[in-house]
């Protein structure tokens, strides 16, 4: 095992046996739901940056695996929405995690009289070499565990997530990201790297490696301030801001122009017609707003006409758009 995968290995270790509140800071409130309860312990062990779970993924009572189970809590978020015998699969590599995961769930069971354990699959199982069927689930998840990999595994991690998909399946991540490369020496620092703080790869980069292994469609639907390494307290020096950011990567086809990547930029038509056709499959009707993708975007802007409005990006973006 790579040196930093068993510094992660023994930092989740620890956390499995003494909840550490502080460990991460989640940047999304925790769902408030009708009849969800989630137990004190499950969430003093929430070691995520944002949130995974988005009700519209989850329509039609989908299969879900989610890795890197934590203290559970997510899990028990996506079986809220999808009460069946072993619909959602958790994996983990972290016996000690599995373990205080599946303690969890009997105390949300008491919790929740909605609950059972049996909605959840727990599988002992690595991220590089997940212990899921090909083209198997039809929404796959992580919150925080990719940014901890090296380059080369974290592109083996995003290719096995695009393996168990079913086409057209979502794969919903939340991870750390940074406005600036990450100096070597923070990047090196293998408990920095466990605890989700200087594995963080600029967004750009970031979207780069999700749309190499093929995913047609990405989607930012939140980005947020998370951290701030400086130099009195970390080996940098400048201050390095980090942000959380929410992603949904599609498993359509490649469009042959390249892949669709909605940063929440909104395009709107104000000229004197009843709309603007672009010919390539976008229709602006007049003053009404349209979400499109940044390829879209740059071929609007190209044509230079004075009755096209097109914002800058929002960094939200919550579907509806021009693909």
């Known amino acids: 095992m790579n040196t930093y995968l068993e510094t992660t290995r023994n930092v989740y270790k620890e956390a499995a046996e003494n909840p550490q509140k502080g460990l991460c800071c989640t940047t999304t409130p925790v769902w408030q739901l009708p009849g969800l309860k989630i137990p004190k312990r499950m969430l003093d062990m929430n070691y995520g940056c944002g949130s995974t779970v988005h009700p519209r993924d989850l329509a039609n009572v989908p299969s879900i695996l989610y890795v890197g189970v934590g203290g559970g809590m997510e899990l028990l978020q996506f079986s809220y929405f999808n009460r069946q015998k072993g619909s959602v699969i958790g994996v983990d590599v972290v016996d000690e995690m599995l373990h205080a995961c599946q303690q969890n769930f009997s105390e949300a069971e008491i919790e929740n009289d909605w609950f059972h354990s049996e909605f959840i699959d727990l599988r002992k199982g690595d991220a590089l070499n997940l212990p899921v069927a090909n083209q198997s689930v039809d929404v796959a998840a992580q919150n925080c565990l990719f940014n901890i990999f090296s380059h080369e595994d974290l592109k083996q991690a995003l290719s096995e997530m695009y393996r168990v998909l079913k086409p057209h399946g979502r794969l919903v991540l939340s991870d750390p ?92 038509y104000f000229g004197r017609e009843e709309y603007f056709d672009d010919r390539k499959g976008h229709t602006l009707l007049q003053n009404q707003p349209l979400a499109v993708c940044d390829k879209t975007a740059n071929a609007l802007t190209l044509l230079n006409r004075n009755d096209i409005f097109i914002s800058e990006s929002t960094w939200f973006y919550d579907g509806g758009g021009c693909c």
């Open 177 to 268: 990201v940074c406005d600036m490369a990450m100096p070597a020496a923070l990047q090196n620092d293998e408990r920095l790297r466990a605890l989700c703080l200087s594995g963080a790869l600029p967004l750009n980069q970031y979207i780069q490696l999700i749309t190499d292994v093929g995913f047609g469609t990405v989607e930012i639907r939140a980005k947020r301030p998370y951290r701030i390494l400086d130099p009195a307290h970390y080996n940098t020096s400048e201050n390095i801001f980090i942000e959380s950011v929410e992603v949904c990567a599609i498993k359509d086809p490649m469009p042959a122009d390249g892949p669709c990547v909605f940063t929440g930029k909104t395009a709107i």
